[in-house]
DNA sequence: CACAGAGAATAGTAATACTATCAAAAAAAA
DNA sequence: TTTTTTTTGATAGTATTACTATTCTCTGTG
C-alpha cells in the first residue's frame, strides 16, 4: 500500500504555494540540494535559478526571499516529523518506550521513501541540523512569529512535552525538556562531526552517540528519586 | 584594588590586533553595540565605518570580514568566561557548589565592572545568546577550525567538564553534557524571551528560569542512583 | 629636511538582494 | 468567437554589500 502524505504548510510562507506547480516543485527541491551543498549563507536565488533553468524573479514569485524558503523548508520537516512521531507512536502503550522512540527519532535521518517525487532526505536531516537555528536566531522573530510561522516546531515541542508528562506528571519543565532534547539532538550531532572534542563521541556514528547521551540525559532528569525507590520496592 | 584582564585571543583571527590602536578598540567596542542593535545579519562593515567615523578599508585592515570580528567577540567572551570561572571556583572546596556556580555564570550577565574602557556586557551576553551558534554554524567549520579559532570555547567546556567528572567520575558524557548546559544556557534565555510556549518560564526573569531548569538537569544526569541512596544512608 | 614605512582614505569592482517593466499565454467575459 | 483581464515567466534594471587596488598622509629616524 503506498500513499501520498502532504502537509499544509502556513500559507503566510510563501507567496505562492511551491506545491501548486511545477516550477514550484523544482524551487523546493533544488534549494534542499543547494543548500546542502553550499551552506545556507552562501546559497542564493541566481544560483538556485540557475539550478532549475530559470530566472531569479520566478523564485521571487514564490519566495519573499531565502530566510523564506528556508522557514518553509523547515516547516515541511517539522510537519513530518510531527506525522511521523504521532504514527509510530499510537501502537505503542509503554511510556518509555514512547520516549525511546522519540529520542530515536529525533537523532536519525528519515527513511528514504520509495515515492517517485520526493526530498533528498539526508540533505533534508543535514540542513536541520546545521541550519535550522537560524530560521529564529534573527532580529524579526518576534514579528514573524506573529505570522505562526513557528507553529510546526511549538506543535512537535508540545507533543514531546505532553509524553514527557505522562510519563513523569511531576516533572516542572516538559517544555523546556522538550526543546532541549530537540536542539541537543541538532548539536551534539554537528558537534561529534565538526567539533568532536565538545563531545563523548568515541568510534560510534553521530546518530548513535547522540541517541546514548540523549536517552541517558533524558531519563535521569525525568526518573525522580520516588520513582527509583519504587522500582527498588517492585524488585524485592 | 583594580586590575585590568586581558587575553590574547588567537592571532589568526584578525588581520591587525585591534587591541594595538585606538581605531581597532573603537571597531571592536561599537561592532558590539552594532550587532546587538541589527543582529548580525543586517549588520555591515559600512554601517560600522559610519558609527567610527572611518571607512571600510580601515575595519578590513584588522578583520577579513565581519563573521572573523564576530568570532573575535567571542572569543574575547569565551576567554573572559573561563577566566571568571576559575577566579571564581577557587575559593570553592564543595563540587557541588562549583558546578552550580557555573549554572550562575552561563545563566546570567557579566557583572557592569567599571573599567574606564570597556565593552557594554549586557549587549555582548545578548550577542552571546543569539549570534554565537552563528560563528560554528557555517560550511567552512572544517577548514576556520583547523586555525584553533575554536579554543577558547573547547578550553571552557573541557573545564566544565573536568569539574563534571570530579563530582561525578562515574558519568559518560562529561562533555557533551557541558556543552550541552552551555548551548541549552543560550537557547533557553533566548526562547523564553521570543518564543516562551518552547519554555515553561512563568514569571521570573529568563537568566533565573534557565539557571533553575539547568540546575534540574544537570544534578538528575550526574546525581546517579546509587549516590542518593548513598545520601540516603548517610541521613539515617 | 629628506624619506622610509606604516596606517588610513579614495575609488573602484563583482556579486547579491530585490524591483519594475514587459510580453506571452491562459482564463474569463462579452 | 472575440475581447479583455489575469496569470505567468522573462528582461533589465537599482541599491546595497563584500571586498580590493591604489593613492595619500602622517610619523619618526638620520
Known amino acids: 500500500m503506498e500513499f501520498q502524505v502532504s502537509f499544509r504548510v502556513n500559507d503566510k510562507i510563501y507567496l505562492?504555494?511551491?506545491?501548486?506547480?511545477?516550477?514550484?516543485?523544482?524551487?523546493?527541491?533544488?534549494?534542499?540540494?543547494?543548500?546542502?551543498?553550499?551552506?545556507?549563507?552562501?546559497?542564493?536565488?541566481?544560483?538556485?535559478?540557475?539550478?532549475?533553468?530559470?530566472?531569479?524573479?520566478?523564485?521571487?514569485?514564490?519566495?519573499?526571499?531565502?530566510h523564506r524558503l528556508l522557514l518553509y523548508i523547515l516547516n515541511w520537516y517539522w510537519c513530518y516529523m510531527e506525522f511521523l512521531l504521532m504514527f509510530k507512536l499510537q501502537n505503542k502503550t509503554d511510556t518509555r518506550e514512547k520516549l525511546k522512540m522519540i529520542v530515536h527519532l529525533?537523532?536519525?535521518?528519515?527513511?528514504?521513501?520509495?515515492?517517485?517525487?520526493?526530498?533528498?532526505?539526508?540533505?533534508?536531516?543535514?540542513?536541520?541540523?546545521?541550519?535550522?537555528?537560524?530560521?529564529y536566531l534573527v532580529k524579526d522573530v518576534t514579528e514573524i512569529n506573529k505570522k505562526e510561522v513557528f507553529k510546526p516546531y511549538k506543535d512537535l515541542c508540545g507533543q514531546i512535552a505532553r509524553i514527557i508528562s505522562e510519563y513523569n506528571p511531576a516533572y516542572s519543565y516538559p517544555n523546556s525538556l522538550s526543546s532541549t532534547l530537540i536542539e541537543t539532538a541538532h548539536h551534539q550531532q554537528f558537534f561529534s562531526v565538526y567539533l568532536p572534542k565538545l563531545t563523548d563521541v568515541t568510534?560510534?556514528?553521530?546518530?548513535?552517540?547522540?541517541?546514548?547521551?540523549?536517552?541517558?540525559?533524558?531519563?535521569?532528569?525525568?526518573?525522580?528519586?520516588?520513582?527509583r525507590m519504587k522500582e527498588l520496592e517492585g524488585m524485592k
Open 203 to 227: 568510534a560510534v556514528n553521530r546518530a548513535e552517540f547522540t541517541n546514548l547521551f540523549l536517552e541517558n540525559l533524558l531519563f535521569n532528569a525525568l526518573d525522580a528519586f520516588e520513582l
Open 16 to 66: 505562492r504555494d511551491p506545491e501548486s506547480s511545477e516550477v514550484g516543485k523544482q524551487i523546493v527541491k533544488n534549494a534542499i540540494d543547494l543548500i546542502y551543498e553550499l551552506g545556507f549563507e552562501h546559497f542564493t536565488f541566481k544560483k538556485l535559478a540557475i539550478a532549475i533553468h530559470s530566472t531569479e524573479a520566478t523564485i521571487y514569485r514564490y519566495f519573499e526571499n531565502k
Open 106 to 135: 529525533l537523532t536519525h535521518e528519515f527513511p528514504e521513501s520509495s515515492g517517485q517525487f520526493d526530498y533528498n532526505k539526508k540533505y533534508l536531516n543535514q540542513i536541520v541540523i546545521v541550519e535550522s537555528s537560524k530560521t
